[in-house]
C-alpha cells in the first residue's frame, strides 16, 4: 500500500476552501468582500451617505442637548409607526436615550444607503442586505437591558422579579432552544386536541404519507371532493389550525368532501426519495385513492407553498400523459417560476447549494433546524429579538399563538429530494423553462387545462407575491383567477373571516403584476369566501356525502393520524 493510499483522514491536506465553508456555508464574508471591492472601486455613493449620516448625527446630538436643557426639538430621524421597540415615553422623554434611538436610526439608514450603493450581482445583494438587517435588528438599544427604558419600569413594579423570571427563560432556551428566544410555549397546544381537530379518518397510508378524509358537515355535498396538498417543510396541519382558523374546517362546513396529505416526517434511511417519489407516491396515489372511495371522475385541488410547486408539477405530467382527473387547482404562496426567489435568493446560489449538499448528504437529511433558522432569521426582529426582549429582559411568557406553535413543529428533508429541488428549482428553474423530467417524462406547464386559482400574499417574505403572479403567464392553457391577499407568508393562508383582513382582484391578467396591482379592487374580508364562491362553481352537483372510507380502503385510525405526531 502507497503512502498516498495509507494516509489516514486526520493527516489529509487542509482545505481552506472547504473549511471556510464550513464556517460560513452562505458565503456571507465573500459577499462583505464583493461590497468592499466595489466600494473601494467607486466610493462617490458611500462616502455621501457618510456625509449625511454625520450632518445628521451633529442636528441629533443638538436636538438632544435642547431637549436636557428642557426645551423641545426634533430629531433628523423618525420611528416607523410600525415599528414597536420604542413606544415606551422613555426613549422620547429621556435626552440621552432620545440621542442614543437617534444614532441608531440613522446608522440603520447610512447601513441600508451603502448596501443600496454598491454595485453587485443580485445574489450578493440579497445576502447584503439580509446581513445589515440581521446586524441593524441585533443592535437595537432596545435589546440591551441596561438601555431599555421598559426592561426598568418591569423591574420597578415587579421588585425584581420579572429579572429573575427573564434569566429563568434564558437559561432554559439555552439548554433546550438551541439558545433562541422561545416563540411560543412548549405546551401551549396539543395536535390533535387543540390543533389538527377536524374529525375524520386516515383512509390510506404508504412509507411516504397518510390520506386523512374529513367527515362531512352538510347534509349534501358537492360531488367533486378536494385534496389539500401541503408541504413536507412543515406539517400539514396549517390547514387545520385551531376551530373557527382551520381551512379544512372552512371547506367541510362549505359542503366539499375534503381529504389531506400528511407526510411522514423522514430519518436518514428516506436519503434517496426524490422529488418524484413526493409526487408520484403523494398526491398523485391520494388522487387514486380519492376516486375510488368516492366515485368521483375528477378532484380539485389546493397545494400550498412547496405542496403547490409539486401540484403544478404533477398536472404537467398528468396533462402529457393524458390523464385529466384534475377538474381545477388552487395554488397557495406558490412559486414555479424562481427567476425572482426574493430574498431565499440568499441562500439558493450554486456556492451555498453545494456547501448546504456537502452538510445533508452524509446525514441523510437536512434537519429542522436548519431550514427554520434561515427562515427565522429573515425577520429577526420580529421573530428573534421581540421574543428576547420579552421573555428575557421582561421576564415574560410568550403568548400561545397557534401558527407559531406550528412552525416549530418542523420536519426533515430527505437529502437527495433536497438536493434535487434546489438546483432544480432555484438554480435550473427548470420548471418554468420546460426542461424539468419526471420519470422520463418532460413537463409543459402550458399543457395544464384545469382551471386555477392563484393566491399570493402582499407581505410574503418567502413567496414574493410578484414571483407567485408570473405563474399566471406559465399556465398558458388555463383560465387563472389571480388574488392578492393581506398579510405574509402564512397569516395569509390562515386567514379566516375578520374586520382587518382584506384582498384584492382584477379580471385581467396584464404581462407585469404592478400593472394589475393598479388596477386591482380592494375587497374587505378574506379571499377564503371569494375562493369558496370559485371553488363552488366548479365542483359539481350537490350530491348525498360519500361513505367513509371504502371496501378497498378502510378507515384506520381517527384524524390527525400517526404521522403528524413524529
Known amino acids: 500500500m502507497s503512502d498516498k493510499e495509507s494516509r489516514s483522514h486526520d493527516d489529509a491536506p487542509f482545505d481552506e476552501a472547504d473549511a471556510l465553508g464550513a464556517l460560513d456555508p452562505l458565503g456571507f464574508a465573500q459577499a462583505w468582500m464583493k461590497a468592499a471591492n466595489s466600494i473601494a472601486e467607486d466610493p462617490a455613493a458611500a462616502m455621501e451617505a ?6 445628521d448625527l451633529l442636528a441629533a446630538q443638538a436636538a438632544a442637548v435642547t431637549r436636557a436643557l428642557g426645551g423641545e426639538a426634533e430629531g433628523p430621524a423618525t420611528v416607523s409607526r410600525k415599528d414597536r421597540r420604542f413606544r415606551e415615553a422613555g426613549w422620547e422623554e429621556n435626552p440621552y436615550l432620545f440621542a442614543l434611538l437617534q444614532n441608531y436610526l440613522l446608522s440603520g439608514r447610512l447601513v441600508d444607503e451603502i448596501v443600496e450603493s454598491v454595485d453587485v450581482d443580485e445574489t450578493t445583494g440579497h445576502k447584503l442586505e439580509f446581513m445589515a438587517d440581521a446586524l441593524m435588528d441585533a443592535l437595537a438599544p432596545s435589546n440591551n437591558p441596561a438601555l431599555n427604558p421598559a426592561v426598568a419600569k418591569k423591574a420597578l413594579d415587579t421588585g425584581g422579579a420579572s429579572l429573575v423570571k427573564g ?25 390533535g386536541k387543540d390543533l389538527a381537530t377536524t374529525e375524520g379518518k386516515v383512509v390510506y397510508r404508504n412509507d411516504l404519507m397518510e390520506l386523512i378524509q374529513y367527515s362531512p358537515r352538510t347534509e349534501t355535498v358537492f360531488e367533486t371532493p378536494l385534496l389539500l396538498s ?34 411522514r416526517n423522514p430519518d436518514a434511511d428516506d436519503r434517496d426519495t426524490t422529488l418524484g417519489d413526493y409526487k408520484l407516491g403523494g ?4 388522487i387514486d385513492v ?5 366515485g368521483a371522475p375528477k378532484v380539485n385541488i389546493v397545494g400550498l407553498c412547496l405542496g403547490g410547486t409539486v401540484t403544478a408539477a404533477l398536472l404537467a405530467y ?9 377538474a381545477s387547482v388552487t395554488l397557495l404562496n406558490t412559486l414555479v417560476d424562481f427567476s425572482e426567489p426574493g430574498r431565499l435568493g440568499a441562500f439558493t446560489d450554486k456556492a451555498s447549494v453545494e456547501r448546504l449538499e456537502k452538510r445533508i448528504m452524509d446525514r441523510g ?15 429577526s426582529n420580529d421573530l428573534v429579538w421581540n421574543y428576547a426582549v420579552n421573555n428575557w429582559l421582561l421576564g415574560e411568557d410568550p403568548p400561545a399563538f397557534d401558527i407559531l406553535f406550528w412552525n416549530s413543529d418542523s420536519t426533515r428533508l430527505p437529502a437527495k429530494m433536497h438536493s434535487f429541488y434546489l438546483r432544480s428549482c432555484y438554480l435550473g428553474n427548470q420548471l418554468a423553462e420546460g426542461t424539468m423530467t419526471l420519470r422520463g417524462t418532460e413537463l409543459d406547464l402550458g399543457d395544464i387545462t384545469a382551471d386555477t386559482y392563484i393566491l399570493a400574499a402582499e407581505q410574503d417574505h418567502i413567496t414574493p407575491w410578484r414571483g407567485s403572479f408570473s405563474t399566471t403567464r406559465l399556465l398558458s392553457g ?20 375578520s374586520p382587518k383582513a382584506w384582498y384584492r382582484t382584477n379580471n385581467r391578467l396584464p404581462k407585469k403584476p404592478e400593472t394589475w396591482l393598479k388596477n386591482s379592487a380592494l375587497h374587505e374580508g378574506t379571499w377564503w369566501e371569494d375562493w369558496a364562491e370559485w371553488i363552488g362553481k366548479r365542483s359539481g352537483e350537490r350530491v348525498e356525502p360519500p361513505s367513509m372510507g371504502s371496501s378497498a380502503h378502510p378507515p384506520m385510525v381517527d384524524a390527525p393520524g400517526a404521522y403528524v405526531l413524529k
Not at 283 to 286: E, G, M, Q, R
Open 50 to 55: 457618510g456625509q449625511r449620516y454625520t450632518s
Open 167 to 191: 434569566l429563568q427563560n434564558f437559561a432554559d432556551d439555552v439548554a433546550h432552544n438551541d439558545g433562541l428566544p422561545r416563540q411560543v410555549p412548549r405546551d401551549a397546544f396539543t395536535v
Open 230 to 263: 401541503p408541504p413536507w417543510i412543515n406539517k400539514y396541519y396549517i390547514m387545520d389550525l385551531a376551530p373557527g382558523r382551520s381551512f379544512v374546517e372552512w371547506a367541510v362546513e362549505h359542503g366539499h368532501t375534503v381529504f389531506a396529505i400528511s407526510y
Open 283 to 286: 398526491p398523485l396515489t391520494a
Open 290 to 294: 380519492i376516486t375510488e372511495i368516492t
Open 318 to 326: 398528468m396533462a402529457a400523459k393524458g390523464d385529466d382527473r384534475v
Open 365 to 379: 437529511y437536512l434537519d429542522a433546524s436548519e431550514m427554520m433558522g434561515v427562515f427565522t432569521f429573515m425577520r
Open 478 to 497: 388555463a383560465k387563472v383567477r389571480f388574488v392578492l391577499s393581506s398579510a405574509g407568508h402564512i397569516a395569509g393562508i390562515v386567514n379566516p373571516p
